[in-house]
C-alpha cells in the first residue's frame, strides 16, 4: 500500500514528506493506521545527531492508532483495536523482562539499526531505497507495520491525540519520578527542564505525594505551565533553584533532582547533585551527544553524604503494565494529558513544529493524520 511519511534521508537535514510504499505485515507484525503522533525532542536528537541511527528513516516513536491487518502469528490483538505503540519493545521472555524491567529488553538493540524485528529487513521504501523507522515504528507516517511486541492495546473510547504521548515522553517522565527517583510522599523533587519529559516528572512527583516541586526552566512560559502539572515553585536557573531550597528547607536540600533538559551537559550533572540533600538521588533523563564523557562532581559527597547518581530508559517502567496504568490514571482525572497539548500539526508541518520546540513555544505538539 501507498501512505505519505516524514523521512530523514541524511543526519541534519530537515524532514522531507514523500509517499512511501509499505509491505504488508509478516507473522507477528501488525499494520497500523496511525491517527496521532507526538513531536517528541528525540526525533529532533537523530536528526541534530545527539543521537545517532542509521538513515534514510521514517522519523516518529510517539504514537497511537487502530490496527487495520494483524499477521497470521500474532495473538491478543485484533483488527479494529485501538492501540498505543511503546518506543521500547518488549519480548516478554528476555532476562531483563522476566525480572520485571521491560525498558531494558534485549529487542532494544534493533531500535536505532531501523531494520525490523521478525526478519532484519524492511517494509517501507522510497525512491528506490528501503527505509528504517525510528524506534521500529515510524509514526510520522499515515500507516506503519510493526512488530506486536511494541504494540499495547487500550480502551476504545480513549482519545488517540492524547493517548499518543503516553508512548514516550508521559511514560518517561513520570517513572523518572516515580520508579528512578522512588519519589515518596512528603519528599522535595527538583525537576530541571520543564517540557514534555519534565512536566511528566512534576506529575509523576505529585501523583506520588511530594510535598514541594520546584521545576526549573529558563522560558517564563513553561515555568507557568508547570504550575499547571503540579509544580509548587519555579526557578529560572539552577542557581535560583538552590538558593530556595536552602531557604525552604532549612538547608536540607533535595530528596529528588531530575534532569531532563533539551540536552544534557557534564557541567548539569554537577549543578544538578548540589541541589540534593544527603542520601538524595540524581535522575539524568536528558539525552547527552555520544562525545560527551566528562562529569565535574565532588565525590565526596557521594562518600560522606550517600548521594547516588542514577541512569534512565524509558521512567525504568514496563510498557504492558504502565501504559495501561497511565491510561487508566488519565481516565480516573489524576494524569493530565489534554493539558500537555499546546499546538496541532498537519504532517506537512513537522518540521514547523519541532522549530516551534527549539524556541520554546511548545509543552508537546502534536501530528494528526490526514486520512
Not at 528501503?130 to 511486541?149: N, Y
Not at 518517561?172 to 522535595?188: C, D, L, M, N
Not at 494529558?337 to 518540521?351: H, M, P, R, S
Request: aromatic content about 4%.
Amino acid at each position: 500500500m501507498k501512505t505519505k511519511a516524514a523521512v530523514m534521508w541524511e543526519q541534519g537535514e530537515p524532514w522531507s514528506i514523500e509517499e512511501i510504499e509499505l509491505d504488508p505485515p509478516l507473522p507477528h507484525e501488525v499494520l497500523i493506521r496511525i491517527v496521532a503522533s507526538g513531536l517528541c525532542h528525540s526525533d529532533d536528537h537523530i536528526r541534530t545527531g545527539d543521537l545517532q541511527i542509521q538513515t534514510p528513516v521514517i522519523g516518529g516513536h510517539e504514537g497511537a492508532g487502530i490496527i487495520e491487518e494483524v499477521g497470521s502469528a500474532v495473538t491478543g490483538l485484533a483488527v479494529g483495536d485501538h492501540v498505543v505503540l511503546s518506543f521500547m519493545p518488549a519480548c516478554g521472555r528476555c532476562e531483563w523482562c522476566s525480572t520485571g524491567r521491560q525498558n531494558l529488553c534485549d529487542l532494544g538493540q534493533f531500535l536505532m539499526q531501523g531494520t525490523m524485528i521478525e526478519d532484519g529487513g524492511y517494509r517501507a521504501h522510497a525512491n528506490g531505497q528501503d527505509l528504517g523507522a525510528m524506534s521500529l515504528l515510524g509514526t510520522f507516517a499515515g500507516h506503519a507495520v510493526v512488530h506486536e511486541s511494541s504494540v499495547v492495546k487500550i480502551p476504545d473510547d480513549v482519545p488517540l491525540d492524547k493517548a499518543c504521548l503516553v508512548g514516550c515522553g508521559v511514560t518517561t517522565g513520570w517513572g523518572s519520578a516515580v520508579h528512578i527517583g522512588q519519589v515518596r510522599a512528603g519528599e522535595t523533587v527538583v525537576v530541571v527542564g520543564a517540557g514534555g519529559i519534565g512536566v511528566n516528572a512534576i506529575q509523576g512527583a505529585r501523583l506520588a505525594g511530594a510535598q514541594r516541586i520546584i521545576a526549573v526552566d529558563p522560558v517564563e512560559f513553561k515555568r507557568d505551565q508547570a504550575r499547571t502539572f503540579g509544580a509548587t515553585h519555579t526557578a529560572p536557573t539552577t542557581g535560583r533553584a538552590q538558593a530556595m531550597l536552602t531557604e525552604l528547607t532549612a538547608g536540607r536540600m533535595a530528596d529528588v533532582a531530575i534532569l531532563t533538559v533539551g540536552v544534557a551537559s557534564g557541567q548539569l550533572i554537577g549543578e544538578l547533585t548540589a541541589l540534593l540533600s544527603k542520601a538524595g538521588r540524581a535522575v539524568i533523563t536528558s539525552v547527552s551527544p555520544w562525545d560527551v564523557a566528562e562529569v565535574e562532581l565532588p565525590l565526596q559527597e557521594f562518600t560522606l553524604y550517600q548521594k547516588q547518581l542514577l541512569g534512565n530508559v524509558f521512567g525504568g517502567g514496563n510498557p504492558f503494565a504502565d501504559i495501561p496504568h497511565l491510561i487508566s490514571l488519565y481516565q480516573t482525572g489524576h494524569l493530565l494529558l489534554d493539558e500537555l497539548v499546546t499546538t496541532v500539526y498537519k504532517l506537512d508541518d513537522v518540521n514547523q513544529g519541532y522549530q516551534d520546540l527549539a524556541d520554546g513555544k511548545n509543552i508537546r505538539g502534536v501530528i494528526i493524520h490526514d486520512h
